[in-house]
């Protein structure tokens, strides 16, 4: 009597379970392409990587997960190919977009980070290619989104794709037109995230207000008011939510004298500062001073006790 061949899918659940549990990510992907029930039961059983980035490149995607890095590349005569671990694969007829954007699908549904960043010239309608593919699935579950050299309308495009009740960070690299900045603070993915980080280039200050609602936040920019301190003073360090804020500043256009008299009246010191200071209702501690990381910058850095 033949038996019937002995398949995964026929293997007892606990079985096949222990057998998905040892492949490697790029196997992983493989396998949900082949049935159905493989899908499923890979989905079920889940696979978390700590952190996802995605390079976009003039014609190629790099996807990278936990230092596993897929490329995904066009060919020059059509099709195209998949480059990992130094072996190359020939995909014919399929477009390399549409083939590294549907794995980071994927795998977007095991992460909590995911790092976007666009090097260099890139194909104009590469940033739409992802925004359709992550379309297909409906708020997306991150908790930290960093996007670099992005413009504010690819900002725009992205950030509403999110899940905004699990947003907890975004980070933004590279300058942008203040005029712009202010549409990408009506987003609810703007508004319910508790951390934002600006880093790279500085920019013009918006209104400092935008900022209040984050628990942390680190900005670079050219100046910094008056005004915008006596704000932070009365305004932000009331918050009970506020925990830390970092301010970078190009070209400081206050007195650091009159920066200190801020939170204490009586300073008589120095250019650069360390100051407690208490509102009544919390504790801070203040430091001013130059950058250690770059000449010509300074750092205004204001933490709860």
Avoid at 251 to 278: H, I, M, T
């Amino acid at each position: 009597m033949t038996s019937k061949p002995l398949t995964l899918l026929n293997l007892p659940i606990s079985i096949a379970n222990q057998v998905l549990e040892k492949l490697g990510p790029v196997e992983i992907l493989t396998c949900r392409k082949v049935c159905r029930n493989l899908r499923t039961a890979i989905d079920k059983l889940g696979t978390h990587f700590n952190k996802i980035s995605i390079e976009l490149w003039s014609n190629s995607v790099l996807l990278d997960f936990d230092g596993i890095k897929i490329t995904h590349s066009a060919r020059f005569n059509g099709g195209s190919y998949v480059l990992f671990n130094g072996r190359r694969k020939t995909i014919e007829g399929v477009n390399y977009m549409e083939v590294a954007f549907k794995d980071l699908k994927i795998l977007l549904k095991h992460t909590s980070k995911l790092y976007i960043l666009k090097r260099g010239r890139y194909r104009g309608n590469i940033v739409n290619f992802l925004v359709d593919v992550l379309k297909e699935n409906a708020h997306i579950h991150v908790e930290t989104l960093t996007l670099d050299n992005f413009s504010v309308d690819d900002v725009l495009l992205i950030l509403p794709l999110f899940e905004s009740r699990t947003f907890e960070e975004i980070t933004l690299r590279e300058t942008f037109a203040l005029d712009q900045f202010e549409r990408i603070t009506h987003l609810d993915q703007w508004k319910n995230a508790k951390r934002f980080n600006f880093w790279i280039s500085p920019f013009d200050c918006p209104p400092i207000e935008y900022f209040f609602h984050f628990e942390d936040f680190t900005i670079n920019i050219y100046n910094i008011s008056m005004q915008s301190v006596i704000k932070v003073r009365d305004d932000l360090l009331q918050r009970c939510t506020f925990q830390k804020c970092i301010f970078f500043v190009l070209n400081l256009n206050l007195d650091p004298v009159e920066l200190a008299r801020v939170f204490q009246p009586d300073y008589a010191g120095g250019d650069e500062f360390k100051l407690d200071y208490s509102n009544g209702k919390s504790k801070f501690e203040i430091n001013f001073g130059d950058c250690s990381f770059r000449d010509g910058i300074w750092k205004f850095e204001i933490k709860k006790c």
